[in-house]
């Protein structure tokens, strides 16, 4: 529901259907990246979490700097060598088919990504917030001002949650930190706002139950509210 209200809330544009398959790929990723961190062996699932990541660019140019994620995840999960290479292996082979069959095709072998980096550098860093109607700029900068304290709220009580929870939290504020540069890039479109929602709809709940239901109610209704708003306006 919360990662409903804040797509709702914040997407414009003509671009829903990339923006929200990239943003499917990105939750995907991010469950199959916490589903690898376990004990013996996690192949499957880094395996799965770096293709759904590898397949991230090619339908949202924007969203180049979430690969990223895959360093930190290896790192904070402690993931062997072996773990590694097939995770590299899964990255890497979407962009690998794509310049296969391009090359195939006729075309050059590398082409495919020399589009992609082109199309990535061709516009200005924070346009995106130029672009989005200010009203829905407000409700950006409310979402991440939640965010924000969700993080504080975490790292105030931060002994106090398991260890595994405490390393995915910690790879989610990540994610979050990553999605946030992506809006800040030059390739960054209004629809780009559907990747900040997936971790902002696991750090949310987060701090909810922390604070009291009756501040927590209302914030809950407004951004529901602003969905139902925002959709209608649209």
């Not at 961190?37 to 880094?46: E, K, L, M, S, T």
């Not at 799965?48 to 700097?65: E, H, K, M, N, W």
């Not at 082979?93 to 310049?99: G, R, S, V």
């Not at 296969?100 to 346009?127: C, D, H, Q, R, S």
């Amino acid at each position: 529901p919360l990662y409903g209200a804040i797509v709702c809330g914040l997407a414009v544009g003509d671009d829903f259907l990339p923006a929200f398959t990239a943003s499917a790929l990105l939750a995907l990723s991010a469950k199959n990246f916490a589903r690898s961190f376990c004990n013996g062996y996690g192949f499957d699932a880094i395996f799965r979490a770096s293709l759904y990541l590898g397949l991230l660019p090619f339908v949202s140019t924007a969203a180049l700097p979430l690969l990223l994620i895959l360093p930190l995840a290896v790192l904070l999960f402690r993931r062997t060598l072996r773990e590694v290479a097939v995770a590299a292996a899964g990255l890497l082979l979407p962009a690998l088919t794509i310049c296969y069959i391009n090359w195939g095709a006729g075309g050059e072998f590398t082409a495919p990504l020399t589009a992609l980096g082109n199309a990535f550098i061709a516009g200005k860093p924070l346009m995106l917030f130029t672009a989005i109607p200010f009203r829905n700029l407000i409700l950006l900068g409310g979402i991440l001002v939640l965010d924000l304290l969700a993080v504080l709220f975490f790292l105030s009580d931060i002994y106090a949650v398991g260890t595994k929870s405490r390393t995915i939290l910690i790879y989610i504020i990540s994610v979050l930190v990553l999605a946030a540069a992506v809006l800040c890039g030059p390739a960054a479109t209004p629809g780009a706002v559907a990747l900040a929602a997936v971790p902002s709809a696991v750090l949310l709940p987060f701090m909810f139950v922390r604070i009291h239901r009756a501040i927590a109610l209302p914030l809950y209704l407004l951004l529901l509210a602003a969905a139902v708003i925002s959709t209608v306006l649209q």
